[in-house]
């Protein structure tokens, strides 16, 4: 046997001897993906940690810092782990300034009754701001829905496994938003606005009183692809007020430049048509395009599911992540797991199904 030189070597040769323990491949690779599971996240806020420990000792004492990097035995694999995160670092740089660029007057605040401003922006956080901002100019408007989102997410907990507690926004809150916008059809160009009314103070509370297309339309189609659900976990207060749209079959229209003395001259008016006989010949109906033998539309239903099990295990991420019972966290792997392998087997059918299905 040839002796080992790389120390990453002898990591692998010890993994494969603790893997080969196991009954069958099912178990080998559920203790892959438990040991990855449980050890990246905690690395991650290992590594982040250094670096803040290292950027004080830096700022604060440069010279003895300077010494202790020159003496120190681990300097490169130091040297390596900073280089990382600078990385990391530079790239959430990035996204802060382009969401500074595209809201320049949102102070990175989300406040409504309750202040649910996170600890901090993860990188998921970050990517789902930056798409958001992309495509909805109003930021308030944002605030105001992520708050109702978290609301919905704290009050109403059926069927709520995986979703966290926390009363601040957390990165599932924001998926939630995307997919709403995702699902939201796309915007019509808007007449140009008429002009400003005599009273400048109106119309300002109006503009501020109109919910923005993107996000009304958003929150449409949303309810529209969850209806039956139970309360709509998602929005929360917001599921029970009234539509947005105006119901034009409960108005009664006026027109200023008809003729009304028409209706009020006997000799003008005009007598109501009789009622049709009774053995007239009925209507022929019309097809029910539901019997046509159309292609099967469940690539549409099993492309919603997909997206219903991806946002349920960002969810279970978050609640492993921020759980420290270990039963409990048993108890998450194995939900998470279930959920993993439910998107594999729906991933594999939408690959298999045949082109002309929609």
Known sequence: ???????????????????????????????????????????????????????????????????FVREFAWQRELHMQLDMVKSQLSKEQKLVQKISELWPEWDWRIAGRTDRTPEFYSNRMLDSLRWIAGREDNWAAVMARLCEIARGRLQNRINAFGQPRTATITASDLAVLVDEMRLAPPAIQSPPPPPASQNPAAARNANRRRRPKVLRSARDAWKRQHRGEEDDVEIGRAGSAAPLGDDSSSRVSFDPDGDSGDELDPSTRRSPSPPPPRNARPRPRRPNRSNTNDPPRLRAQYGRLLRDLRRQATLEDDAISAEANLARLVDLFQRRRTTQQAMQSVQQLLDNFPPHWQ
């Open 1 to 67: 046997m040839n002796p080992v030189i790389l120390e990453e070597d002898f990591y692998y040769e010890r993994v494969s001897q603790q893997v080969a323990k196991c009954r069958d491949d099912a178990a080998r690779i559920a203790v892959l993906k438990q040991h990855l599971t449980d050890r990246v996240r905690p690395n991650n806020q290992a590594v982040l940690n250094i670096f803040a420990h290292a950027r004080y000792f830096q700022d604060t004492f440069p010279e003895q810092y300077e010494a």
